[in-house]
């Protein structure tokens, strides 16, 4: 009897070293093979994928949505405000994929108007093909609606109902979803002295070029401008290289 005791214990605790391997097995594995971006998508956000097939690489996502509930908690009384110029039902959730300053694949996410979302996605499905470098494309809910700690890390957003950079109780066209900025390091806000962001310094010299600029004529600038966008590259009062803009007619 004692020695059966002792034999079934032994397979026990064979079994459980047995499955202690294999579920280090199975964590390795899944390690070496993630889940596919369109699965951790559709696990974490529920949100509904409209992928292009006809695309070559079957790893890319484009698509619009209307805001989802959960959307709509990340963002009131966040980047979204009671005083707010648009209505929550007029803006678009965009997830684009983009090419990170890590040459890999990303996928970001950003609110837009709902009258640009299709030209949004056109725009930066352009960049993607172009290999354009975007170092993040993140919601501005993420940085507590905070455009410095955003721009300080380099982040690229379009809607956040905040006033005009300088300009105190005039809504910017953010606050519409109408303007986007893309990478703020590189593209610096340049107002006299004034440069937003700090680490903008290094790029004031738009001759020598490096990754994620952008500069008069490159793909970045004829993909916004040849959809009649503004860029702030070209006003004359400041510069704003990371800011495009469109107007719409909001009726
Ligand atoms: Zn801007």
Redo the contacts with the bound molecule.
């Keep these: 009897m004692a020695k059966n005791r002792k034999c079934i214990k032994s397979i026990l605790a064979l079994l459980v070293i047995l499955l202690v391997v294999l579920i280090i097995l199975r964590k390795m594995d899944m390690y070496k093979n993630p889940q596919s971006v369109k699965d951790l998508l559709t696990t974490e956000d529920e949100t509904i994928i409209s992928d292009n097939a006809d695309e070559p690489d079957a790893m890319s996502v484009f698509m619009c949505s209307s805001l989802s509930e959960k959307n709509i908690d990340r963002i009131v009384g966040v980047s979204w405000q009671e005083n707010t110029p648009v209505k929550l039902e007029e803006l678009s959730y965009v997830n684009v994929t983009y090419w990170g300053f890590d040459d890999t694949e990303h996928i970001g996410e950003m609110i837009v108007h709902e009258k640009l979302a299709q030209e949004v996605i056109d725009i930066f499905k352009e960049l993607y093909e172009a290999k354009f470098p975007i170092e993040k494309i993140k919601l501005i809910d993420e940085y507590d609606a905070d455009d410095n700690l955003s721009m300080a890390d380099n982040n690229s957003y379009a809607f956040c109902s905040r006033e005009v950079?300088g300009k105190k109780g005039k809504f910017?066209?953010?606050s519409y979803g109408i303007?986007?900025?893309i990478n703020p390091v590189q593209n610096p806000?340049v107002k006299g002295d004034i440069v937003l962001p700090e680490e903008g310094n290094n790029y004031l010299n738009r001759e020598d070029i490096r990754k994620g600029m952008i500069i008069k004529g490159d793909m970045c600038y004829n993909a916004f401008k040849s959809r009649g966008w503004t860029w702030?590259g070209e006003w004359k009062s400041l510069k704003?290289y990371?800011?495009?803009?469109k107007e719409i007619d909001f009726k």
């Design positions: 950079t910017s066209n953010h303007a986007i900025d806000y702030g704003d990371q800011h495009f803009e």
